[in-house]
């Protein structure tokens, strides 16, 4: 069974952190990329970083404070958010899709065959 959990969002204020995390069922962490896209009300949807292999990839309004790692045991991807701002806010999906195809271009949306539920971010004071 193919599946996406995350967990970890809620309320922070501006300049803290939160972890988010993705539990994956039935994609195999050596042929499928998974990443975290969001989106915020009234905004298109947009990648925010993704990891296959060693491989990792940021997009430029996070770099310096999100990081994406893996724990291969656990069937887990993590997203570490520090120095966090209101324009964060957004809900937040874990995607997942064939590393062949989503090493060509990492966030465009058609390269991932697999969303999960999404889990709401919020930054505010």
């Known amino acids: 069974q193919y599946q996406l959990v995350e967990s970890g969002g809620g309320l922070v204020q501006p300049g803290g952190s939160l972890r988010l995390s993705c539990t994956v069922s039935?994609?195999?962490?050596?042929?499928?990329?998974i990443g975290w896209f969001r989106q915020a009300p009234g905004k298109d949807r947009e990648g925010v970083s993704c990891i296959f292999t060693s491989l990792t990839y940021y997009v430029d309004s996070v770099k310096g404070r999100f990081t994406i790692s893996r724990d291969n045991a656990k069937n887990t991807v993590y997203l570490q958010m520090n120095s966090l701002k209101p324009e964060d806010t957004a809900v937040y999906y874990c995607?997942?899709?064939?590393?062949?195809?989503?090493?060509?271009?990492?966030?465009?949306?058609?390269?991932?065959?697999?969303w999960g539920q999404g889990t709401q971010v919020t930054v505010s004071s």
């Open positions: 995607v997942a899709g064939l590393s062949t195809r989503v090493v060509r271009s990492p966030f465009a949306e058609y390269n991932y065959d697999a």
């Open positions: 039935g994609f195999s962490f050596d042929t499928y990329a």
